[in-house]
């Protein structure tokens, strides 16, 4: 097929791989424009793009595509079969859904209609799924609304963090989508509308989605949402009234010590070197990685010996 790859980040490189090796004729990489990274904020060009100019492709990076009449007469001259989005992070059009015969394919990392949205590999692993997946399905005008056509499942190990998870979707999403391609081509694959009634959200993530609620969450729901939220916004608390940043954190058994048995949620146990908060429903966490605002990451052996804590301090 004559196809028009929309795709920017990591995540969206094994589809193109793929879709080249399989044959297809890829006329036009889109991709979002170069953008500065790093503390010298230098300009760095998205993978997306460096695989395709690797692969000789033609790219273009538009920062406007919904009333950008030259890009549209640039794909209206392609005249694709089919355009293939894959984390793109732009919206896409009307005109552009209307514009190949098979229309557009995007493959979503959750199992629709289950976290639709900007972030489902994030929130399946915050929610503590043990099972998502990937979808390839039809774009249209509504959020992640469109018809499936195939899907595939994934298991989630328990320690699997969101940055883990990321790369085992893109690659077994690849083949996925090379499926899906010849599947519409000979009518074997046909689009089924979502279950809308079963449909969960997967929002942007914002940085108070890593701050740590000890009253409302269990210790197993806090390493849940460690482990979706990385890299970023990770998991975060208060300790005097400055910003402590748990890099890494093990659900402990429950404290048997009239002490830790009377604790309240975000109260601190330090037992044999050991840095545990009490959580809800008297379930308790051992932070084992810690950096304090303005310092550098310590264990928590190293942290305790540094700071004057003592059972009884107050997290949050």
């Not at 503590?128 to 018809?147: A, H, R, S």
């Given at each position: 097929?004559?196809?028009?790859?929309?795709?920017?980040?990591?995540?969206?490189?094994?589809?193109?791989?793929?879709?080249?090796?399989?044959?297809?004729?890829?006329?036009?990489?889109?991709?979002?424009?170069?953008?500065?990274?790093?503390?010298?904020?230098?300009?760095?060009?998205?993978?997306?793009?460096?695989?395709?100019?690797?692969?000789?492709?033609?790219?273009?990076?538009?920062?406007?595509?919904?009333?950008?009449?030259?890009?549209?007469?640039?794909?209206?001259?392609?005249?694709?079969?089919?355009?293939?989005?894959?984390?793109?992070?732009?919206?896409?059009?009307?005109?552009?859904?209307?514009?190949?015969?098979?229309?557009?394919?995007?493959?979503?990392?959750?199992?629709?209609?289950?976290?639709?949205?900007?972030?489902?590999?994030?929130?399946?692993?915050?929610?503590?799924?043990?099972?998502?997946?990937?979808?390839?399905?039809?774009?249209?005008?509504?959020?992640?609304?469109?018809?499936?056509?195939?899907?595939?499942?994934?298991?989630?190990?328990?320690?699997?963090?969101?940055?883990?998870?990321?790369?085992?979707?893109?690659?077994?999403?690849?083949?996925?989508?090379?499926?899906?391609?010849?599947?519409?081509?000979?009518?074997?694959?046909?689009?089924?509308?979502?279950?809308?009634?079963?449909?969960?959200?997967?929002?942007?993530?914002?940085?108070?989605?890593?701050?740590?609620?000890?009253?409302?969450?269990?210790a197993v729901e806090l390493k849940n949402h460690w482990r979706g939220f990385q890299p970023w916004p990770g998991a975060f608390t208060m300790l005097d009234g400055k910003k402590l940043i748990v890099h890494r954190m093990d659900v402990s058994e429950p404290l048997s010590t009239p002490v830790a048995g009377s604790a309240e949620p975000g109260e601190i146990h330090i037992e044999n070197h050991r840095l545990l908060v009490r959580c809800a429903v008297n379930t308790w966490l051992e932070?084992?990685?810690?950096?304090?605002?303005?310092?550098?990451?310590?264990?928590?052996?190293?942290?305790?010996?540094?700071?004057?804590?003592?059972?009884?301090?107050?997290?949050?």
């Amino acid at each position: 097929m004559k196809l028009i790859f929309c795709g920017t980040p990591r995540f969206a490189v094994p589809t193109l791989e793929a879709l080249l090796a399989a044959g297809h004729e890829i006329a036009l990489v889109v991709t979002q424009p170069d953008r500065p990274v790093g503390r010298k904020q230098q300009l760095a060009a998205p993978p997306v793009k460096q695989t395709a100019l690797a692969a000789g492709l033609a790219v273009t990076q538009p920062e406007n595509i919904r009333n950008n009449l030259d890009f549209r007469a640039q794909l209206e001259s392609i005249a694709p079969d089919a355009i293939v989005v894959v984390a793109y992070g732009r919206i896409i059009p009307p005109w552009m859904l209307t514009l190949p015969h098979l229309g557009c394919i995007n493959l979503h990392g959750s199992l629709l209609p289950r976290y639709r949205g900007a972030a489902p590999i994030q929130w399946a692993v915050a929610m503590g799924e043990m099972v998502t997946g990937n979808t390839t399905m039809l774009l249209e005008e509504g959020l992640d609304t469109g018809p499936i056509l195939l899907q595939q499942q994934v298991k989630v190990s328990p320690d699997q963090t969101a940055a883990d998870l990321f790369d085992v979707l893109a690659q077994a999403g690849a083949p996925l989508v090379v499926e899906t391609m010849v599947g519409l081509a000979d009518g074997t694959v046909q689009p089924k509308p979502q279950d809308n009634s079963l449909a969960t959200l997967a929002p942007l993530l914002s940085r108070e989605d890593g701050r740590m609620d000890f009253a409302v969450c269990t210790a197993v729901e806090l390493k849940n949402h460690w482990r979706g939220f990385q890299p970023w916004p990770g998991a975060f608390t208060m300790l005097d009234g400055k910003k402590l940043i748990v890099h890494r954190m093990d659900v402990s058994e429950p404290l048997s010590t009239p002490v830790a048995g009377s604790a309240e949620p975000g109260e601190i146990h330090i037992e044999n070197h050991r840095l545990l908060v009490r959580c809800a429903v008297n379930t308790w966490l051992e932070l084992t990685e810690l950096q304090l605002e303005g310092k550098k990451r310590l264990m928590a052996i190293e942290f305790l010996r540094g700071a004057a804590l003592v059972t009884g301090a107050r997290l949050g």
